[in-house]
């Protein structure tokens, strides 16, 4: 059986290939759907509009085909499986994509609550467990929660208002038009359209109203925007915010059952190696520790089954941690014994200098860099990085009887539930897989590797455990960012005009994490900045270089938007800086006249728009400027700074979500320098928590400035050198950047809702660069800057 | 040899490894899961914790070295979860992920109660030792902030 992710990854593969062969087939089956779909909405439409004479995109809900329909079960919109209502009012409803901070777990039930005129202090949330079946897609990644769930929620809001209004009617022998829902209660209308004062809770008409048959799409009516109490308002705090400021608030540890056991595993140091032989003497001496369990390897591609191992069985973690240390363990050789770091970037580097694999060529962009004045080239390099989230990975596995019960950290609830059942060899139907919060995840718990380990050490010893991770393990054994070296050649004419536009991108794939290493990057990752560039240069040769894999490749925050935007971005503002003009005008220049940009027509062959219908999400040049041009007004770009001072500029379109960052840095009379004010303007469509968008733009603030200064996972002879913090530092309160202002693109219900988890990331490293060349002449081309800055 | 403390306001005896840091002891022993594991080498603060007053790394700090000592927890900080430094935490909706939360709040609330009207300077400084991923800094900064006025005040 293939795992949940496996399967994506698969159809991604398989989607790629048919649009390479037959994009236009393509677009006209998305025609076909939009088309189905304002058939369905156009009689509500219209009965809006007959009753106010405002624009039809601010009145409806005119529905719009998303990526979900291609994501692994979908969504559901049965309010049944979403929402229930106590008679006392209470209304509880089910999160069903985990929270690792973005603040999916409030603003997506909230999307629901409010169409269906709930009281919000009223409203409870409760976590669902990991079963796509009943919920939809559950997979807590690609910036998607809120992208693919708006509509479903919307609709399901809709359709509880609905059941509720008719069962006032029923209660009051009246027409269900003579009644209104608002704010946790159906109120009777009098003649002259206003409230007659008769009012029934949402209580007393719940157990009517939710055993009523369901209304089907046409018989819905939506709130207009303005009409929205919750959405847009972003003064709705997270509903775990007590919770968090008390110690209350659960995450994977924070589970206990009776009897459980405690563990923590030693893996080998080189992936692809596993337990020659071992002692376990001393350990089994330590007290409290009370057996070991051999945890089998997994040859590469091993996909999210563990790395194999000794599992240390104990009464608490303290001795499970002792007792590893006392183990001695001889690791099989392993095929990556030779993957260094420094050499094998020496090797991406003279990669990046041959010609490629061409993904995308637009004009002649060979007769272009052959007659030009002259040609500017260079290299942008990025090493590995880890998640390093706060909370390590944890999982607490309960086999009993043939049942497995597990409570853990997952962004992908149910592809841990099928992956740990094929790994056990038990049914998807015999597992349980119940989600706490995420202690951070930025796509590592999207693997489930700690929860197969769990199950497998609970089955074998017979009781439950909760096997933890420890820093050390997290940082040396995880799925990593991938490394690129991005080289960028521009072609300059007799007039310093910009005619050829070369980007050789050369990265170890995440694909072979799944398959055999196919050693180029994947259509999937060339989609994230690299074919969908929205440079508009007349001649164009988009290439990979090959690279192959030597360790375990996985997301990333933001994923491959990192090193193209990098590479990229910083080669604009040296192409301004060489040719003497504004690095804003430059971007601006290059970026081109306003366009959506037409991927059949710019031979993006191997496109992938995050999932997306390109004709709902398309890559809209307009857009990419306004955000631009958004961020440099209110950063004053142009004006006169202090001597020290300069600013820095980069965008990047993501997760089809724009942003752009002006980063301004300070330099001290010591040659440090501080970040005193960022400004990041955002665009995501429709805005449904601005409070959450502004709070993950300063995130991404800080992790971006970490990647830029600190975060890089070396190798020697195989094996992860970073352990820690010392060695693997991010950015702490004393350094982070001071102030960021986050200017949001205000946009009604119409122009679609994006996600914001990771579209904030790519452009701060570049646009910190910029600023730090701006200010002091140092153009930093390798991540990290590390010593060589400040 | 037993060894007593109080946590919380209340008496413990542990008669366990000595060695055992006070992290493990709350969390495992105890069952008290708001303060957390994050690093196991005192570099990021997630387990901090507070004895006799003073903020401390849990990860480090071994329970025979809290004999006849008073520890206390995020869950023992306020009765009703009202510290002034939680209040300011909720005001400025701080958290992201929320995991490194109960010790930023223990080492805030400890500043404060040494350093009442710190400079932003001293904040930054103070704060330093705890470490949060998600990147909530601005945030915490303002809340230790309001929180600061808070104490002054109240």
Redesign the interface.
Known sequence: MKSHIEQEILDQIAGIDRRANNAESRFEISKVNRRQFLKITGSTASLAIGMQLVPKTALAFDPYPTGAEGMPHKTVTDPKVFVAIDADGTVTLTAHRS?????SRTSVPMILADEMEADWSQVKIVQAEGDEPKYGNQDTDGSRSLRHYIQPMRQMGASVRYMLEQAAAVEWGTDASNVKASNHKVHMMGSDGNPTGESLGYGELAKVAMAMELPSFEMLTFKTDDEFRYLGKGET??V???D????????G??Y?TDGMK?AVVARPPVVGASVKSFDSSETLKI??VESVVEIAGSMPPAKFAPLGGIAVVAT????A?KGREALKIEWSESLHDAYNTAAFTEQMRATAKKPGKVMRSVGDPDSAFANAKKVIAHEYYQPHMQH?????LVAVADYKDGKLDIWAPVQSPYGARTDVATALGLKPEQVTVNVS??????GRKSKCDYVIEAAIVSKEIGAPVKL?W???DDIKHGFYHTTSVERLEAAIDDNDKVIGWRHRSVSPTIFSTFMPDPGFTSGLEAGMGLVDTPIGVENMSIEAGEAKSHTRIGWFRAVSNIPRAWGVQSFIAELAHELGRDPKEMLLELIGPDRKIDPVAADMKELWNYGEPYEEFPNDTSRLRGVIELAAEKAGWGKTLPEGEALGIAAHRSFVTYVASVVKVKTASDGSISIPEVHTAVDCGFCVNP?RVA??M??????GM?LAMYSGINYENGAVTNS???DYP?????E?????HTHIVKHPFSVHATGIGEPGVPPFAPALANAIFAATGNRLRDLPFGENVG | MAISFKVNGEEQIFD??P???VL?YV???L???????????G??G?CTVHVDGNATRGCLLSVDAVAGKEIT???GLDSE?NHPV?KA??AM?V????????GQ?MSAAAFLSSTPKPTDDQ???S???????????????EAVAMAATDTTEG
């Open positions: 929270e690792m901070g973005t603040g705090p997270i775990d915010l007590h968090i400021t008390t110690g209350k608030a659960r995450y540890a924070d206990t405690f007290p409290g608490n973690t303290w001795a941690i390093a989230q706060m909370e390590p919060l995420l202690g951070g995840g930025f933890q420890t820093r050390e409070e709070s993950q300063e995130g991404a603030a800080v992790m970490t820690n913090f010392h991010v950015a702490r309160i004393s982070y950047p001071k102030k960021v | 366990g490894d060695t055992m840091p493990w969390r495992d022993v069952n008290l899961h708001g303060t957390k594991f994050g690093c196991g080498t570099q990021c997630a927890t995020i869950e979860g939680q935490w909720r909706n958290p992201q992920c929320g995991y490194c939360q109960s709040i904040i930054d400084q704060m330093a030792g705890n470490i949060c991923r998600c990147g909530c800094y601005q945030r915490i900064h």
